[in-house]
Structure formats: structure tokens, C-alpha cells
């Protein structure tokens, strides 16, 4: 049996495994032809919040959205496959890495404009409450996109009408290659703008997966509870280039030190350090997560490659339904 | 049957469907204060309350997007604009997310279905701000429909076909039909999109038009007649879907178009009913075909400047005359369609 | 000699005379077809920040621009004149209530849509701080405005570049008819957005005119000086309806006893009772200005209805320059 | 003349107008990166630094709003977008203010000649919200000018005009064209708004096209002329103004005209062209008027999907066959223009 604790390092060895492997093909081989942002380093955040969440609970995300679809339990195969635009991809080929989905798990949706499902996610959550159903709609957000007019009005009127709606920032201090020191203030914060506007607001350490899922089950308890909305900013850092599967370490905008710092500071590396004491095979068990995921990721895209792209004949299907056009 | 205005057409079909489908809300500045989105919103608001007839705070871009992600997880949203203008603010959610989420998505996970209600505001000097008609910015994009009811019926048909479909939906209403009155169904039956109607039949022009100038061009052909030109007046109805083959068929028999529109000529409405006609039945034209649009400038406020801005039924009257090949000195000028109009605004 | 507190009085009185007397006018006549927002009952919050001000600042507003635009030095007869739609108004009549501009003395234009002169003052402000100019760019709005999101999106740019704008919100606690209650979260306040993003902010009585000019003084020092941007949030009501000369009573969106308690704390009376002691002929004054104002207002009207409408041969005109065109 | 690669043009034009003119400065989020929008903001950055090549947060409305109130105090901003797509956001201040400043302030007071660039993004798979051209929804607005350079030389020339004029603009630049060599002037003189050019004579048929669709036209054109079919082609060079003699003089000459664009026909730049022939030269029609356009759905990602969504020369061939009354059976299909297109994105 694997502890409570030890899988949130498995879902994120799972990320982690997955992306790496994700990252090679699509570099080697150009198929994958869809803008890619990958999470590598910034798995706690996904799986700890996701962890907290049930089935019915929704989650959305921004363009960084394979890490927060997987924590939540999306298919795999389904992911590899619409990244390679077949048509078994979880958006039959149409929507590409930007735009996954995965209903039966509660992945909601994931979008390429910045901060459009951070008011989404509030008009599910708001149709949760009016129902009468104790679900909870969550949102996933880098700390760029916090710079879009549409969060703050997305916080105001979540906070307004107390809306069970958990905004999760990942603030990993960069937008692309801008700094927050070009965005924000000093002295200012994401969580203090959600305070500012009547949302319960929080900053907690992003790269570890037990302060991340703590956090995450008090907000999607005092959001189920119809006590509000909650907004989680969650400190971490991503290890690759904004887009692609590249390294940016040349591009000038961060050091060398920084980057280092934090790979030190690797979430997965640092929960499985905690988790030694009380679990010391748990080194092996990583060992033979990371074996098992290698396979299931290497299946999935020789599946993927093996699957019939979408049939041209189809290329208008689903802008309309034949019904009303 | 019963004759309803314009805006009770639009009360109607939104308190009927709303009796129907739980799932409908309507949500807007101002929604539930006692004016009512001209009167539009009243009878919903006091009979379902403020849980379903939601006043928004000043936050277009916001308030679209949680229609849409009321519209994901099952709800059917009605989205309200006073003024169409304000929806430049909610471009960004109406275009790139209701217009392409069920295809994005795959095509088979649903869509938005948001419905979008903006008001043409032209009232007395609202300025160039507050009297914009920005549907065919919106027709533009695949994904959405959008429609323009001229009439009672329409309004009320076209409201309850967008609040029962499955397409996100951008109807634009022109302030100065909500007085008009017109026999309405009792029933809510949806009047699909796509279809137009001839609202008079004739044989030497025809002038296709949409909404309010649907209005102005019957009033143009009633004095046309008088001087034995006889005018066919296509309402499309919707700008997307449109209708092109009533477009065509019409100006197969007239031989003559006059297109008329309350935006700009460029890249608007009458451009694409001229491209029809270029592209499906140009041999047919006798006349070059003429557009009655706006001046290529900002809507002043002024008065004179107002009127002179505006094209009307005069326009009109005026462009079907040189397509037939003939002078327009003789003809007395027709009062502005907002004559009428009292203030304060 | 009048003092320098007694001139805000005056200001105030000039502003109120010419409001009254243009709101009947306007109802009576149905001749200034163009939608009008008074700011009878909000006139300190005008008076007290123009008068800290320089007619090298520049002042932008909203819709309610009558006001601002008077207090600032705005010509009354061009004002007039605009309302009634002819050629020598400020806007030669294309513009229209919502729209007035007279760069003389540093209004620098009104606009109809919420929120869009807040980002413009920004980048006003901010031209004048990259010329090295000690200029500051004020911008007025209501509390509804600061419910758009480019409220919070110029809250944020100002705060990191530092830029010389004071944003001066009237909070009159109403936008048309929606309460604050159903816009912003209990406990919350404009003011409170505005430190949240890093921008100094005050919340202030907006109906005593020396406490409004005090702060006003303070906060365009404190940009001219380089040291950011400041926000006033100044409390306030509005007498009349929200659009158009009538009074609104009776749409049951405010309480009667609301209303009549705000009218008892005219902006105007209490000026007049604070100076009373100080300079006991300040009601003969009041008064004497009143008439005068009267006189001026009725004459600007008598004029600008004896002036002629624009020509429509010049329609097109301003719309391009003939150069580019 | 020497020869420069389309953002060598842009970049160009961009750092010589900023060492002529120290009110022009450049906005955007990541304009000074290393990438430097697609190369053309990088020479900017390097020369006049951080307090003229300014790193925006990602807030397009308020950027826009920050511009025009930097150009009513007399600046000349440049504000780019990597993707147009991200404009919507922009769309209330561009139309609602920028559009109507100068006039609605009475015409005498100055405009607010803000430069908008924005960048169709289309590369691999950019799918629905990264790869549309806006360029038709912009041109709608009187108040506006809306370019959209097919050349290097034009892409300067352009954008001096555009930094050095009175008006607003909008400029829609095809990421598939930086990489296109031409011969570009050394000095940075405008190219005014307005004036079309004819990127190749031709005798039986007029394709009449804008930015990226100039090029799939050539290549249409070169595979016509094999099978003896003379294709003149205009590239517009601006939508708004737009050169309606240089269409109908054209059109006047072949009798046949192919519209083609990278965005929707309808109410699009297609539908424009088409309308300016109806309106004022119908009846030099030998053949309806074919429209080359996006079909009626979102950008897919799915490589087939996506090569099967973007017309191209192949596309122009068919139509162009077609107005000619023959068929295109046998005719090889043409390369898509992204083939040679690498990643990773
Ligand atoms: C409205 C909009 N503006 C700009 C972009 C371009 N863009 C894509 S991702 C990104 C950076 C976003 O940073 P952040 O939100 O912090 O997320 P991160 O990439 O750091 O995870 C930008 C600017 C966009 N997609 N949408
Ligand atoms: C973007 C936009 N949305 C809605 C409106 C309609 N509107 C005009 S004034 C107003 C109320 C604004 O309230 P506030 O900002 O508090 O100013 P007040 O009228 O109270 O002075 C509204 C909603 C508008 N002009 N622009
Ligand atoms: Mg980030
Ligand atoms: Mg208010």
C-alpha cells in the first residue's frame, strides 16, 4: 500500500517523468506541433491542490496545463495523443496542449489567453452554489496572468457574491522572461490583492506538496462550505523555457545561480527527503515509479504516433451543431 | 393575434423561457432597477428575483467569462449590454472562448451556449461611444451567431431560439425599435437563424437591411411607391447564419440592390450582402449596387450633426433612385426615424 | 479680497448655480440632446483637487464631467455651448456632456465608457515624469469605474514605474442604481485595492472641501516629488438621478432619509459654517455669488442658444487630417 | 538596393524613426527580450534601452489606455503584440477612444496617433486563439487606419508612415513573412496609407489580396501562367483607407476577381473587395467573384486539420480556375507556406 503521502510524490514523479520524456520527443522530433508549456519543477503545486479536490470538484487551467490536468487524474494517453494531434487526443486533435480537457475527471478545461479561466472558473463555481451542490470549481494561474484586468474582476465579484471558487496562483516569477520586478510593485503580492478585494488569500511554499495540499483542503473546505472564495499564491519556479521543451539558461534573464537554487530546491527531491524517516523505502518506490512512468509515458506516445490523425472531411465539425446552422 | 412592443416581445420570451429552463439566468449592469434594461428585464427580475436576474458589477470582460463558465457547467446564461458599445470589453471571452469552445474542446463536450444581448443606444446625441452597431464585428467570427430582429415577433423568436440553441449568440437590438409594436405569438417559438423574410415584395430594387433599417427601408419604399418604383425589402434577420439565397433570389428579380446599415460601409454588413450578390449572382445586376451606411466618421452629438450622420429612410429613398437611374429633387425629405424622440437621454 | 477658503466656497457655488440652473433648462427645453450627469451635492470633491492643482497638471474624468471640468477653470461658455450641441462648444459640439476637453487650462478630456481615462491619465502622468516635467496627471471616476479591470491594471503600472497620476475616486456609493453592496465585498474598499497594488492611498470625507483639498495637496506633492502615484477615495453623494436633470426619489433604489441625510451635509453649508467664525460675511458672500453665477449661467445659455450649429458640410471633418487621408 | 528580411525592415524602420523622433517609444510585454518580438523590438532595446522599449505587464487594455495617454501628451507610442489575437482586450480603448479622440474632441485638438502592431501568430498548431487576423474587425472603425505590409519595404515604409502620421494605425504583420528577403530603402520614407500596388500584371484574371496572401497569390499566379492563365495581382497594402481604384481598374481589365484572405469571409476583407466591385463596376464581371478565406470553423491544432483550415496558392489556384471556367485536376498541389516552418512552436 502506498501512503497517503508517499502518492503525492508518485503523481508527481508521474508529472515529472512524463514531461521529461514529452520534452525529448518533442524536441527530436518536431510531430508535436503545438506550443508547449511544460511544468518541470513546479509539480508540487499541481499535485497538492488537485489532491485536495473530489471527482465533482472542477478544475481549470491557463496555458500551463498538463501538470494541473494529470494531477487531477486525466488520461494520459488521451494528452500524449492531442499532443500529437490525433484524433483520440483529449480534444480530438483541435485544441493542442493549450486546450486540454478531461470531464470524467473533473479537468475542466485549460485556455491559451491569459486570465480567461479565472472568470470561468468563477461562473462554475457560482453554479455549483445555485444548485445546491457542494462542489468547488478551482483555477489554475500563473502570477503573469494576475496582471490581466480580469482577475481583479473575477476576485471582486467571486468575493461579492461568496463564491466557491479556489484561485490558485502559481507565482513562478517570471511572465515568459519579465520579472516581477517589471510587473508588480515591491512590497506588493498576489494574495495581498485578493485580500485587498475580500477573497481569503494565502501564500504558501509551492515546492512542498504537504504545506500545498494543506493549504489546498482548508480553501476547498471553506469554499465547499460556502464560506468564500480562497486564493493560494504558491511560490515555485520552472526548470525549463517558457515554451518548448528547451533550457533558457543563455536567454539573460535569470541566473544561473537562480536556477540552480531552485532545481536544489525540487520539490519531489525535498518531499521524499521528508518523507525518509517515516517511509525509508520510499527511495525505491521513486525508483520504481520513475521505471513504471518512463513505460507508460514511452506506451503512450508509441501509441499516440501509431493513431490516425483527425479526417480532414471533419474539419468543420463541432463550430456548429448541425441542428442550428 | 395580440400585438406586443418590441420590448415586451423581449420580456416575454425572457420570462417564458425562463418559466421553462431553471437553467436561465439573466446577468447585467443594472438588470434589476427599475427602468429594466428598457423595460426588458423588469418582469423577469420581479418575478424570479435577484438569484436569477443578477445586477453585475461594471466588469464586462469578467462578467462574460463567468457566463461562460456558468454556461460549462450546465447553465443557460443571458448576458445584458445597455449599450453595445460596452461589449469591446467583453470581445476577448465572447470571441476567443464562446465562439470556439465546443470545437476547441473536440466538438463533442459541449459548448457555451451564452446568449448576448447588446443595445444599440442611438437615442438623442449618445455620442460616438454610446450609439455604436458593432454586429458584424461579431458576425465575423466563426462560432457565433448573431442576429438582429426588426420586429416584435423576431425579437421575441429569436430570443427564445437563442436561449433553446446550442450556439453562443450576439443579438443586437436598435434602442429605437422598443416602441414598436407588432403581432407576437402567445407561445415561446423559436424563430431559427438563417432565414430571412421579405418584409414588402417588389420588382425594381431591392434593398436588404437589418434591424432598424429594415424599418427605414419600408418607409422608403412606401414613398418610392408613390413615384411607381417598386421597392423588395429583404430582412435577414441574422447576420450569421445569413440567408444568402433569399438575397440572391431577390435581386435575381429586381436586378437592382441597395444595402442599408446603421454601422460603417467598410467591412460591415453591406459589404457582405454585396459580396454575396458579387458571388453567387452578379450578371443579374442592372445597377451598381449602392450601400446606405455611415459617414466615415465618429457619431458626432450635435443636433444637425446627428441627423446628417444617421442614414435614414431619405438615404434610402436616395440610393434606390440612382440604382433605378433616376433623380431624387422631387421627393420631400422623410422625418428622422428618432423625430420622436424624447429625452432626457 | 476673497480668501483662499472662501474661494472654494465660491467654486462650489459656481458649480451648483450653474448645474441647477443648466438642469432645468435642460428638462424644460429638451434642447441639450446629449446625456448629462450632474455632480449636484458632489461638488468639494471637484473643487478641493483642482484647486491643488497647476494648469500645467492635467485632470481627465468620466462621464460625470461638469464638474471636474468647471473646478479646473473649464470655460463656462464653451461648456454651454457644448451641451447645446453648436460650433463654439469645447468640443465644437461633437462631443457632447461626456466628452469635454479645454486644454487651456489643463482638462484634459472626459470620456463615456468606465474606466478608460484611469490607464490614459497613467500614460499622461507618464510622459510628464519622462520629460522630466513637474507635472502630475489626475484622473476622476466613480467607485463603479474601479469595478472595470483596467482600474486595477493602471493601479499596478503606476505603482512599478512610479508614475505622477492621483487617481481621484468620487465614491457617491451608487453606480446608476446598484448599491456598493451588490459590487464590492463587505469590508473592502477602494483605497484598499489601491495600497494592495502599491499605490499610497487615502480614504477621505469627500464633503468637506478642506480636508479634500488638504489631501489633494499632499497627494499631487507627493507624485510631483517622484514619489508614485497616490489614490483619494473620497466619500460623496449624488442628488440628482444618475443621468439627466430629474431627481430619482422615487426609483426606490435609495432611501428618502438617505438622500436628505446627504443633502443636510451639503458640501456648500458646511463650508459656510466652518468659515462662518473665521469670516462672518461669508453668507452675504455666498449669496452675492450665487446671484452673480445666475447671471452668468443664464447669459452663457442666452448665448450659446443665439450661437450656430455646426455646419454638416464640415461632418467629416476631424475625423482624419486631409494629409493622411 | 540592398536587400533586408521583413523584421530586419520592421526593426529598421522602428530604430530610425526612434533616433529621428525621441517621442516615439516602444510597448509591450517582452519587448525587450531576447527574442525581441520575432526580432523586430531587439535593435530598439539595445540602442535606446529600458525607458524607451518599455516591458508591459500583461494588461492589453490598460497598455492600450497607456499608450493614448502618452500620445495626447505628445508621445508617439508603438505598442506590440506577439499575438493579435490578444488585441480583443485591447479592442475598447483602439476603437472606443483612439479611433474617435481627435474628432470627438472637436476635431481641433490633436489625435492620439497611437501604432499598434499586432502578430498573426500562425505558426504549427497555434490553434484557435493564437493565430487569427483581426485586421477586418480593426478596419470596421472610421477613425483608424489598418495596414497590413506584404514586403519588406512596405513593412517599413509602413510603419514610418505610421510612427510620423496623425492617425491612429493598426498594423497586422504575418509571422510568416520575417523570414522574406526584399530590397528595402536605406532612409526611412513613409509609404502612405491608401495607395495599392500591383505585385504582378496579369491579363485574364485579378487576385486581389492583403499581407501573407499577396504570396500565395505570386505562387498561384506562376502555376496559372504554366497552364496559360495570366493572373494580374494587387496587393492593397492597406485595408483602411483602402485603394478601390486600383481593384476596379484592375477587375475592369481581367473581367475576374479572386479575393483572398487569412481570416473569415464573411464581413471580412474579402467581403469588402467584393462589395467595392459590385458598388462601382459590376458589370465588367465575366464571372461571379470567388472568395479565398478560412472556412466556417476555429483553428484546429491537428496538422492535417490545420493544413486543411489555412487556404493558400493551392486554394487561389482552384479559385482562380474556376472564375476561368476550367478545372484543376491536373495541377500538383502547392507546398503550404508553413512547410519549411520549424519548431517548437
Ligand atoms: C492575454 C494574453 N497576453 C499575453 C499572452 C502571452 N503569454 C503566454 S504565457 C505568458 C506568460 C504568463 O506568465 P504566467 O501567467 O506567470 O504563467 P507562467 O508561464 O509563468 O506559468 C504570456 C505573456 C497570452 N497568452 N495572453
Ligand atoms: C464600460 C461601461 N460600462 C457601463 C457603462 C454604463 N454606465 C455609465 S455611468 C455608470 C455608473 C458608474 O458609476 P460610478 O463610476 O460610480 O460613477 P457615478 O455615476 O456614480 O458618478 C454606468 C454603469 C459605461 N458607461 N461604460
Ligand atoms: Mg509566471
Ligand atoms: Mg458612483
Same sequence: chains 1, 3.
Avoid at chain 1, 142 to 159: I, K, R
Avoid at chain 2, 137 to 166: N, R, S, W
Avoid at chain 2, 248 to 265: M, Q
Avoid at chain 2, 301 to 319: C, K, M, N
Amino acid at each position: 500500500m502506498v501512503s497517503a503521502r508517499a502518492r503525492l510524490i508518485r503523481d508527481m514523479v508521474r508529472i515529472r517523468t512524463a514531461e521529461e520524456i514529452l520534452a525529448d520527443y518533442y524536441r527530436d522530433e518536431q510531430e508535436m506541433r503545438t506550443p508547449t508549456h511544460f511544468s518541470i519543477g513546479q509539480e508540487a503545486t499541481a499535485v497538492g491542490v488537485c489532491s485536495a479536490t473530489t471527482t465533482e470538484d472542477w478544475v481549470y487551467s491557463g496555458h500551463r496545463s498538463h501538470a494541473p490536468y494529470l494531477a487531477k487524474g486525466g488520461d494520459l494517453e488521451a494528452l500524449v495523443a492531442e499532443l500529437y494531434g490525433k484524433e483520440d487526443g483529449c480534444a480530438h486533435g483541435r485544441g493542442g496542449s493549450m486546450h486540454v480537457m478531461d470531464q470524467s475527471v473533473g479537468f475542466a478545461g485549460s485556455a491559451a489567453i491569459l486570465g480567461e479561466m479565472i472568470s470561468v472558473a468563477v461562473g462554475s463555481g457560482w453554479t455549483f452554489a445555485r444548485a445546491g451542490e457542494e462542489r468547488v470549481a478551482l483555477t489554475f494561474f500563473g502570477e503573469g496572468a494576475a496582471d490581466e484586468g480580469v482577475f481583479a474582476e473575477s476576485l471582486n465579484f467571486a468575493a461579492v457574491h461568496r463564491i466557491p471558487v479556489v484561485f490558485v496562483c502559481e507565482n513562478n516569477l517570471y511572465s515568459i522572461s519579465s520579472p516581477l520586478s517589471v510587473r508588480h510593485a515591491e512590497g506588493t503580492s498576489v494574495h495581498g490583492r485578493a485580500e485587498a478585494a475580500g477573497v481569503r488569500a494565502l501564500s504558501v511554499d509551492g515546492n512542498d506538496v504537504f504545506a500545498v495540499q494543506a493549504a489546498a483542503r482548508d480553501a476547498v473546505e471553506h469554499a465547499r462550505r460556502g464560506e468564500g472564495p480562497v486564493l493560494l499564491e504558491l511560490a515555485t519556479y520552472r526548470w525549463r523555457a517558457h515554451v518548448g521543451p528547451g533550457l533558457d539558461h543563455d536567454h539573460g534573464y535569470r541566473s544561473k545561480e537562480e536556477i540552480e537554487s531552485w532545481m536544489a530546491g525540487c520539490p519531489i527531491v525535498r518531499a521524499t527527503d521528508a518523507l525518509r524517516a517515516d517511509e525509508p523505502d520510499i527511495d525505491a518506490a521513486v525508483a520504481t515509479w520513475s521505471t513504471e512512468f518512463q513505460q507508460e509515458t514511452h506506451a503512450a506516445v508509441d501509441r499516440a504516433k501509431a493513431l490516425p490523425f483527425p479526417d480532414t472531411a471533419r474539419l468543420l465539425d463541432g463550430a456548429y451543431l448541425p441542428e442550428t446552422h | 393575434m395580440r400585438t406586443l412592443t418590441y420590448w415586451q416581445a423581449i420580456s416575454e420570451a425572457t420570462v417564458q423561457c425562463m418559466e421553462r429552463d431553471e437553467r436561465i439566468f439573466v446577468a447585467g449592469e443594472g438588470v434589476d432597477d427599475v427602468s429594466g434594461s428598457f423595460g426588458t428585464t423588469k418582469e423577469a427580475f420581479d418575478r424570479f428575483g435577484p438569484g436569477r436576474v443578477i445586477d453585475m458589477p461594471n466588469a464586462e470582460n469578467a462578467t462574460a467569462g463567468f457566463a461562460i463558465g456558468a454556461a460549462a457547467a450546465g447553465q443557460r446564461p443571458l448576458v445584458v449590454h445597455v449599450r453595445a458599445d460596452f461589449m469591446f470589453l467583453a470581445m476577448d471571452p465572447i470571441v476567443n472562448m464562446a465562439a470556439k469552445w465546443r470545437y476547441t474542446y473536440g466538438g463533442d463536450k459541449g459548448g457555451v451556449p451564452v446568449v448576448t444581448r447588446g443595445v444599440v443606444g442611438r437615442g438623442w446625441g449618445q455620442g460616438s461611444t454610446h450609439s455604436q452597431s458593432p454586429h458584424a464585428t461579431f458576425a465575423h467570427y466563426a462560432g457565433l451567431h448573431v442576429a438582429t430582429p426588426a420586429t416584435p415577433a423576431d425579437a421575441k423568436g429569436m430570443l427564445v431560439q437563442a436561449l433553446t440553441g446550442d450556439t453562443p449568440v450576439v443579438l443586437i437590438e436598435n434602442r429605437n425599435l422598443y416602441q414598436l409594436t407588432g403581432e407576437v405569438p402567445e407561445e415561446p417559438i423559436p424563430t431559427p437563424f438563417g432565414i430571412g423574410r421579405i418584409a414588402r415584395t417588389g420588382s425594381d430594387v431591392t434593398v436588404v437591411a437589418a434591424s432598424l433599417m429594415v424599418h427605414e427601408a419600408e418607409r422608403a419604399a412606401e414613398q418610392l411607391a408613390q413615384r411607381g418604383i417598386s421597392v423588395e425589402v429583404v430582412d435577414v434577420r441574422s447576420l450569421r447564419p445569413l440567408d444568402e439565397g433569399i438575397i440572391c433570389e431577390s435581386v435575381a428579380k429586381t436586378g437592382r440592390l441597395v444595402v442599408a446599415d446603421t454601422s460603417w460601409a467598410r467591412y460591415g454588413f453591406t459589404a457582405e450582402v454585396a459580396a454575396v450578390v458579387a458571388e453567387h449572382v452578379p450578371h443579374v445586376l442592372r445597377a451598381p449596387v449602392r450601400r446606405v451606411s455611415l459617414p466615415d466618421c465618429p457619431a458626432p452629438v450635435s443636433r444637425p450633426l446627428e441627423e446628417a450622420f444617421h442614414p435614414g429612410a431619405s438615404s434610402i429613398v436616395s440610393a434606390c433612385l440612382e440604382v433605378c437611374g433616376e433623380r431624387d429633387a422631387a421627393l420631400p425629405q422623410l422625418a428622422d426615424v428618432s423625430a420622436g424622440f424624447q429625452g432626457p437621454f
